[in-house]
């Protein structure tokens, strides 16, 4: 009996990545929103009645496609900062980006599924949130780690902010300074921002020497969310 459960279990973790394998390839031709299962199905033979014993609905499937994608992003982010341990914060930090980059150029279709134009008709649930933070929460380690090592250039935070402030680091960091905190998440922001402008073509005829412009674009960030330059 147990052999058997767990041939069927293989079995279905293997259904389970063919159906998602075709529905990535669905994404890169016809987009997020054009995401069938009945599509799915008839492209991997199968009949829509057994598809929905893995994927109850479209958004069950969307949200397992979005759960992966944040995870290789996220899996990617903290490969390159354990990689990198044994380096300064600032170059931590822009060897994290670099790694982000990279990813998304790799994956540029499932890089617009979770940061890309919103599915109509679909609300992202909250099985989706802890994936989504893994970048966040590795760039949040290494200032963290900076602040207790060799120290931080504290960014300035004016008086307006300062309330907002407070509560994001009670969210993200409360073991950080609250300019710390919105730095953070104002580098965070601009990251993603960076490098959708290069996924969804907004460089083009703008920047050519790509890889150079990112690189001193992260170590910006990487400064301004309070890590000093070498020396």
């Known amino acids: 009996m147990t052999t058997v459960r767990g041939a069927r279990a293989r079995a279905r973790i293997e259904i389970t990545a063919a159906i998602k394998d075709e529905a990535r390839r669905q994404l890169a031709a016809e987009g997020a929103a054009k995401l069938s299962l009945r599509a799915v199905a008839r492209e991997l033979g199968m009949v829509s009645s ?136 104002a580098a965070w922001a601009q990251l993603f921002g960076l490098v959708s402008f290069e996924v969804f073509g907004q460089f083009h005829r703008v920047v050519e020497d790509r890889d150079a412009f990112f690189a001193e674009a992260a170590r910006r960030l990487g400064r301004e969310a309070g890590l000093l330059p070498r020396g």
């Open 50 to 185: 057994a598809l929905y014993r893995y994927f109850p609905s479209r958004d069950d499937l969307l949200t397992a496609l979005i759960v992966d994608a944040y995870d290789a992003v996220g899996a990617a982010a903290e490969e390159a900062a354990a990689g990198s341990a044994d380096r300064r914060p600032l170059d931590r930090w822009t060897a994290v980006c670099r790694a982000v980059r990279a990813w998304a150029l790799a994956h540029p279709h499932e890089y617009a599924l979770i940061y890309g134009s919103p599915v109509p008709g679909y609300a992202a649930p909250q099985d989706t949130v802890v994936p989504a933070a893994r970048v966040g929460l590795v760039l949040v380690g290494i200032v963290r780690r900076a602040h207790a090592g060799e120290g931080v250039a504290l960014p300035p935070l004016s008086e307006s902010l300062r309330p907002e402030a407070a509560r994001i680091a009670a969210d993200i960091a409360p073991d950080l300074p609250p300019a710390l905190a919105v730095a953070l998440v």
